[in-house]
């Protein structure tokens, strides 16, 4: 786990341990003003030491233990690509306290653009189960799902708010204005 410099690094407790599980703090009391341009929360980069990643599977178990609403959430970003001024684009998952869902591309502004909202999956968070948000990446196609059930589906070269189709790159993880515990995190790919 790497803390992003572009993140919002004043409202972002470093990370603790609880146990084997991981402890990621993003002020719950703070609001979401002036934080355009800080990735609307705190920012981890992770398995940097996988370097440039095409086709995966990413897993990540977590819960929320707190947030400040529950419009809040957890993202994950993948086929990241950093700029010289270190920022940040590629695609995201995030997924909100209230069981509402949505893919987005992050342009290195930073901003993002959400398609493909799932209004409500029907699995909101209760701050005692563990949910796990399954990414799938195969060729240019990206699948979602959360606790296995299917999200959204799309592909990369739909997307075009991007300058460029991103067809590998690193990841990130993004933390909302909440405090989640991470039990599992695991990639595998190309």
């Known amino acids: 786990w790497v803390e992003y410099n572009r993140s919002d690094v004043t409202k972002l407790e ?5 146990g084997n599980n991981l402890i990621l703090t993003h002020d719950v009391t703070r609001s979401n003003e002036n934080m355009e341009s800080l990735y609307f929360g705190g920012v981890y980069k992770i398995a940097e030491t996988l370097g440039d ?6 897993t990540l178990t977590y819960r929320v ?3 400040r609403d529950d419009s809040r959430w957890i993202g994950v970003m993948y086929h990241t690509q950093e700029t010289l001024d270190g920022k940040l ?8 306290v209230n069981g509402k869902s949505a893919a987005s591309i ?3 502004t930073p901003k993002y653009n959400d398609f493909n909202i799932v209004e409500s999956t ?4 209760d701050k005692t189960t563990f949910i796990t948000l399954k990414i799938v990446v195969n060729g240019n196609t990206a699948t979602h799902y959360v606790n296995n059930q299917f999200i959204t589906s799309y592909n990369f070269e739909d997307k075009t708010d991007l300058l460029q189709v991103q067809k590998s790159g690193g990841f990130a993880l993004v933390v909302n204005i909440s405090k989640v515990e991470i039990k599992d995190l695991s990639i595998t790919g190309t």
């Open 14 to 18: 470093a990370p603790k341990k609880s």
């Open 53 to 58: 990643v095409s086709d995966f599977t990413l």
């Open 65 to 67: 233990l707190d947030s």
């Open 89 to 96: 684009s590629g695609y995201l998952m995030n997924y909100r």
């Open 106 to 108: 992050v342009q290195n």
């Open 122 to 125: 029907g699995i909101a968070h």
